[in-house]
């Protein structure tokens, strides 16, 4: 049986171009020689065909090239993730810069360089005082100030509070600007309602500074369970006679970690956490080169903690972020695809600002 290949256009630049008026043809491995050919006509068949071979495997590496081309290219134009009914947008490189916004909730999770979108959010949350987490903040508040929008609400750790105010202070100084905002020194246990159907909690995290993590949560009224079996006019009338019918039901909706090592995990009270629709957390290392004791060194996790700690995750979406600048978008997908078959299809990496190796 014989084979044919006829697509020069996807050989690699440095191929010579061939007449594709003229088909490669791939010999079954059945034929050993021409029926009737001397062993001199055998042996240089044999040889053209080993030399053919090798030409086809070059098109077959040519061709694996153009599909990785393409799913990278498909990665660098590829803006923000849908997730489990929410867009989220942002862009999150270890050490550089992380802000990540979810425009319909109107939250923007840390300010690293105040990219344009995160100054429509309303609702602001700093989980530590790194640079690439907090750089921007004068500046997210001074584009508001520009703008003419409402002074924004920014949530801090209690222990930066102070911080913030001075340096805020200093650039208003600087800048002959209001630098306006509603400064919330939020913390752990406590729970802020951003409107009347949902409401934000800290949660602990552990970084090489103090930090904490988020938890956005949706409201809504539960009837209780004693009244289930009445019908609609009866739980009227109760209602109108003054009895509380329902219960508050929070339900957590999208979480962040920001930076932190693994230890979050295992922290009973951030159970919400991790049974969150969405759990945003980092991902800063994903090799050999830089270990586990390396990652918790520097307050970061490995993927290969997340791998270890699989079953805690009872989310419905995971997004990974922070990853290193090390890092191109080839090898942040080729790690992310070999983790275990349950945890892989809910696991989403964003990988805005990593470039790709094509």
């Keep these: ?45 044999r040889a053209l065909s080993l030399k053919k071979s090798g030409f086809l495997s070059v098109i077959d590496r040519a061709m694996e090239d153009e599909e990785e081309y393409r799913k990278a290219r498909a990665e660098v134009q590829r803006k923000g ?19 990540v916004m979810v425009p319909s ?15 429509h959010q309303d609702f602001l949350f700093i989980t530590h005082a790194h640079l690439d987490h907090i750089g921007g903040l004068p500046m997210y508040l001074a584009t508001r100030g520009l703008y003419n929008l409402k002074p924004p ?11 913030v105010v001075n340096l805020l202070e200093i650039h208003r100084r600087m800048s002959q600007v209001e630098l306006k905002l509603d400064l919330v020194a939020l913390g752990i246990g406590e729970t802020y309602e951003i409107r009347n159907n949902l409401v934000a909690r800290p949660f602990r995290t552990h970084h090489v500074i103090p930090s ?5 949560y949706s409201v809504r009224n539960k009837l209780k369970k004693q009244y289930a079996h009445l019908k609609g006019p009866q739980i009227k009338k109760l209602k109108l006679s003054g009895v509380e019918i329902t219960d508050i039901v929070l339900s957590p909706e999208v979480a962040f970690t920001g930076d932190t090592n693994s230890d979050f995990i295992l922290e009973p009270r951030n159970a919400d956490a991790l ?18 004791e390396h990652a918790r060194e520097h307050g970061h996790l490995h993927l290969l903690e997340i791998m270890e700690h699989a079953q805690w995750f009872r989310n419905k979406a ?37 470039r790709s190796a094509y």
Excluded: W
């Design 81 to 99: 993730v849908d997730v489990e009914g929410y867009s989220i947008e942002g862009i999150s490189v270890g050490g550089h810069e992380t802000c």
């Design 275 to 292: 049974r969150a629709k969405i759990l945003i957390t980092e991902a800063t290392f994903l090799d050999d080169e830089n270990d586990i």
């Design 153 to 163: 609400t920014v949530f801090v750790p209690p222990c930066i509070k102070e911080d």
């Design 318 to 354: 995971i997004l990974l972020t922070h990853f290193s600048s090390r890092y191109k978008i080839e090898d942040i997908r080729q790690a992310v695809s070999k983790l275990q078959p349950k945890l892989s299809p809910k696991v989403v990496a964003l990988t805005e600002g990593f």
């Design 105 to 119: 909730l109107n939250v923007a999770f840390d300010i690293g360089r105040c990219p344009s979108k995160a100054v």
């Design 1 to 45: 049986m014989l084979t044919c290949l006829s697509n020069p256009q996807l050989l690699p630049s440095h191929v010579l171009p061939f007449d594709h008026r003229h088909p490669v043809l791939r010999r079954s491995p059945s034929i050993t020689a021409f029926d009737g050919g001397s062993s001199s006509d055998g042996d240089r068949f």
């Design 212 to 216: 904490q993590g988020y938890v956005i």
